[in-house]
């Protein structure tokens, strides 16, 4: 029988996705550089709030992914992904001159999969390539030594890069280190039942609400940090103005490796482990987020949409028109990127039960499962 998703980390999901999205239209879309103080203050606390998204994705795969086996046709199946939208919307934009490309320019959108401005692609597919053999060895683990490889992790991952300035070395969270670091803190909460042994003596809602305030004083400190670094940048010493920068750069930067933002992940991840249920409509929107991630960061589609749709208007630079340009333009970039996905599930759907198509693919997958000979 066909396994059915947890929704609530399908929900969790959803709520991740969502998160990615309003953090590039306040990003990409520059609406933090026209902000006035108080909109200044909303968006990067906002920006504090969502920046624990792409470390969700990578714990939920941890936590699923441990106790899985590697299936190569998951692979297959998000390159033909990238694939399809790097035809289709680089197609469409072209054709409808929405955006100008050089012949050189559109060739190579069209035929090379880019995973450069996938860049969570590339490294999940890393990830996931490896997952066998760090299954292998984690299942093997008690729980003693699970925590003393978490700890060296961590400390590899966050410590040595946060408290060197990158002296020591640089460990840059956008690659796999960070990835396999919180792989790993996943695959923990399965192994051993966090999701729902932690904080045995709380009962359900004391829980949540301990998560929850976790979660908002971690991303009120880091608030309070970026501001506690800007006062020290200001200052006539060179001394506190290094240390105002190594904040600035290595505490409240765009690092997902910061040890506050991990402590965030976790902490929202237990939270969503104290629901249980099962809502087919929630899997079904859960299963459209990949699709949404690589329509709205399509290269070209990520340079052009928020001008499109005038995020950074200079004239609601002033308080909450922008606010409410930010959450509308988020909101219309989210729905519209789940109904294209949702749109090429249904075509592929549809071209996957004509019979000579899917014995193409299946004929393709056999042989490539025989020349590499993959027996995990």
């Not at 469409?92 to 880019?114: A, D, M, P």
């Not at 290595?250 to 976790?266: A, L, M, R, S």
């Not at 499109?308 to 219309?332: C, E, P, Q, T």
Request: charged share 15%; net charge positive; with cysteine.
């Amino acid at each position: 029988m066909k396994k059915v998703r947890e929704s609530n980390y399908e929900l969790m999901r959803i709520m991740a996705m969502f998160a990615i999205v309003l953090w590039h239209t306040i990003m990409h879309g520059k609406a933090i550089d026209v902000a006035n103080n108080e909109a200044y203050i909303v968006l990067r606390f906002i920006f504090y709030l969502c920046i624990i998204h792409v470390n969700l994705f990578v714990m939920v795969s941890g936590y699923y992914q441990v106790s899985s086996k590697f299936n190569l046709k998951k692979i297959f199946n998000i390159l033909i992904e990238v694939l399809f939208y790097n035809i289709v919307i680089n197609c469409i934009l072209k054709y409808t001159g929405l955006v100008n490309y050089t012949n050189i320019e559109f060739i190579k959108q069209i035929f090379f999969l880019n995973l450069s401005s996938y860049w969570f692609i590339a490294y999940y597919l890393l990830l996931y390539i490896i997952s066998p053999f760090l299954n292998q060895y984690l299942l093997k683990l008690d729980q003693k030594r699970f925590k003393q490889l978490i700890i060296c992790m961590l400390i590899i991952d966050s410590v040595l890069p946060l408290i060197s300035g990158g002296l020591f070395y640089t460990n840059n969270s956008y690659g796999l280190i960070h990835f396999v670091t919180i792989y790993i803190i996943g695959a923990y909460i399965n192994v051993f039942k966090k999701n729902t042994n932690a904080l045995k003596k709380f009962n359900v809602t004391q829980k949540r609400l301990t998560y929850i305030l976790i979660y908002l004083f971690c991303a009120l400190f880091n608030l309070g940090l970026f501001y506690l670094s800007k006062y020290m940048i200001s200052l006539n010493s060179n001394i506190l103005v290094s240390i105002g920068h190594l904040i600035n750069n290595e505490f409240v930067g765009y690092t997902y490796n910061q040890p506050i933002v991990i402590i965030q992940t976790i902490v929202v991840f237990l939270l969503f482990g104290t629901f249980s249920f099962k809502n087919k409509y929630i899997n079904n929107i859960g299963s459209l987020m990949f699709g949404v991630y690589l329509v709205h960061e399509s290269y070209y589609m990520r340079l052009n949409e928020y001008n499109w749709l005038h995020i950074a208007d200079s004239n609601l630079s002033n308080g909450k028109g922008l606010l409410l340009r930010v959450l509308v333009g988020a909101l219309i970039i989210f729905f519209s990127s789940a109904i294209i996905e949702g749109l090429r599930k249904l075509l592929f759907c549809l071209l996957n039960k004509i019979k000579f198509i899917n014995d193409i693919c299946n004929k393709f997958m056999n042989w490539i499962d025989r020349l590499i000979q993959i027996n995990w």
